[in-house]
């Protein structure tokens, strides 16, 4: 069975680009989380899906910050003009509804040049 | 300001050596998890507390959350190489959203054969 799969492994920018990052949760979770880690850092939550709908979006640090999941499955989250700061691993994770446990992907490591 | 605090952050011991990492906090949590996270991979659930005083154990692994579920504990008995890794402690504040978690920064153990 496959678990949360996340695209692309590493997305190497330049500052001021805007990119996607893309998350497939395991099949028939309906809870989506994306999580933040820095370097030397533990996790940060950054917005919860339940469905289609960002049912908690509290941990977004900015407005170039959004995710969307149109149809209850896959995940984007969108960055716009990045930056250096920006850089760090980006965990998704799925479950059942608001519950434990949590199926983290390997995450996307983000570098902004 | 973290609202766990995780010590030591780091621990280098030989095989064979017993440790214990330690989760605080000032706020009460409804519920406390233990993860392992490779490099270059997310974190793994290994346990979950949610009752004071609660005591679980996993192999050579124990976990306890305080009285007051403000914190916690995580006890390695005869440390092995393969325990090598980051260890995280994560709370969550609702019974009824238990993804939505607040990490501590980790303890990278490294334990040499």
């Known amino acids: 069975g496959a678990g949360v799969s996340q695209t692309p492994s590493n997305k190497v920018t330049e500052k001021g680009k805007y990119v996607e990052l893309r998350c497939d949760p395991i099949?028939?979770?309906?809870?989506l989380y994306w999580y933040r880690q820095s370097l030397g850092q533990g996790p940060e939550f950054l917005i919860y899906?339940?469905?289609?709908?960002?049912?908690?979006d509290s941990g977004l640090p900015n407005d170039r910050f959004f995710a969307v999941r149109p149809e209850g499955s896959v995940s984007t989250l969108k960055i716009q003009r990045t930056e250096r700061g920006d850089s760090a691993v980006y965990l998704c994770a799925s479950g059942e509804i608001g519950r434990s446990p949590l199926h983290f992907g390997n995450g996307t490591r983000l570098t902004v040049t | 300001t973290q609202l766990l605090e995780q010590s030591p952050q780091f621990l280098s011991i030989q095989e064979g050596e017993n440790l214990t990492v330690y989760c605080n906090s000032s706020?009460?949590?409804?519920?406390l998890q233990w993860y392992r996270q490779e490099p270059g991979e997310g974190p793994v659930l290994l346990v979950t507390?949610?009752?004071?005083?609660e005591v679980k154990k996993l192999k050579r692994l124990t976990f306890q959350f305080g009285d007051a579920r403000k914190d916690s504990s995580l006890h390695i008995t005869a440390a092995q190489p393969g325990d090598t890794g980051l260890y995280l402690c994560a709370g969550s504040f609702r019974s009824s959203n238990t993804g939505k978690l607040i990490f501590g920064q980790g303890t990278t153990l490294q334990v040499k054969p």
């Open positions: 507390v949610v009752t004071g005083g």
């Open positions: 899906f339940q469905g289609t709908g960002a049912a908690d």
């Open positions: 706020s009460v949590f409804s519920s």
């Open positions: 099949s028939g979770h309906t809870a």
